[in-house]
């Protein structure tokens, strides 16, 4: 089994910055993709950023320009930095993986427990 687990929510104002972690642990043998997704009240959950084992990223419109993910495979870690924060960014931040427990797979999707991000004055 592998978790992953979250930190670095809270509340901020706009203008503000948070940077979120998620700390993969457990039967790894390696991680492909991980990112980050969030779900606001009463909203789908939608993509935020998502970064490949070999550094491809991809951003969501919305935290272009503002947002930057980043990872550490060496401790199975990846970031969000989230600067000029808005109202709308408002959500549960979801980090996930695929990962793989052994060299000949399956390969596993991992969620994580969320962290709550509110943006408000």
């Known amino acids: 089994q592998v978790q992953l687990v979250e930190s670095g929510g809270g509340l901020v104002q706009p203008g503000g910055s948070l940077r979120l972690s998620c700390v993969a642990s457990g039967s790894i043998f390696s991680i492909g993709a991980m990112g980050w997704y969030r779900q606001a009240p009463g909203k789908q959950r939608e993509l935020v950023a998502t970064?490949?084992?070999?550094?491809?990223?991809n951003y969501a419109d919305s935290v272009k320009g503002r947002f930057t993910i980043s990872r550490d495979n060496a401790k199975n870690t990846v970031y969000l930095q989230m600067n000029s924060l808005k109202p709308e960014d408002t959500a549960v931040y979801y980090c996930?993986?695929?990962?793989?427990?052994?060299?000949?797979?399956?390969?596993?999707?991992?969620w994580g427990q969320g962290t709550q991000v509110t943006v408000s004055s």
């Open positions: 996930s993986a695929a990962v793989w427990a052994t060299a000949w797979g399956p390969r596993v999707d991992y």
């Open positions: 970064i490949t084992g070999v550094g491809t990223i």
